[in-house]
């Protein structure tokens, strides 16, 4: 098992900038599919982006060219670099990991396993 533990959300106005970290823990030498999910008030949760066991990264296409994913494997720490923030981006986010390869299911939030608790990103305009 892998535990999971988000931080670095908070309130931004529009264009503005946020990190994301998920800290991992627990059985950290397997390979997971990591991902990031998302989910505002009233709406379903959404993958915004994943980066796999086999190095593939894939995006919502919502976020393409404003967020980024990355992991620090030696600090087992997940990333996710959020620029150009919009009010709809506006969402609680989740980090999430999945046992082994996710190939066509990296978005896809019933593929996971482990979930943290969340971190609540705020946009406003």
């Known amino acids: 098992q892998v535990q999971l533990v988000e931080s670095g959300g908070g309130s931004v106005q529009t264009g503005g900038s946020l990190r994301l970290s998920c800290a991992t823990s627990?059985?950290?030498?397997?390979?997971?599919?990591m991902g990031w999910f998302r989910q505002a008030p009233g709406e379903s949760r959404e993958g915004v982006a994943a980066?796999?066991?086999?190095?593939?990264?894939r995006y919502a296409d919502s976020v393409k060219g404003r967020f980024t994913i990355s992991k620090d494997n030696a600090k087992n720490t997940l990333y996710l670099q959020m620029s150009s923030l919009k009010p709809e981006d506006t969402a609680m986010y989740y980090c999430?990991?999945?046992?082994?390869?996710?190939?066509?299911?990296?978005?896809?939030?019933?593929?996971?396993?482990?979930w943290g608790q969340g971190t609540q990103v705020t946009v406003s305009s």
């Open positions: 999430a990991a999945r046992q082994g390869l996710g190939g066509a299911l990296r978005l896809v939030d019933w593929a996971y396993n482990y």
């Open positions: 627990g059985d950290t030498g397997s390979a997971y599919c």
């Open positions: 980066i796999d066991t086999d190095g593939t990264i």
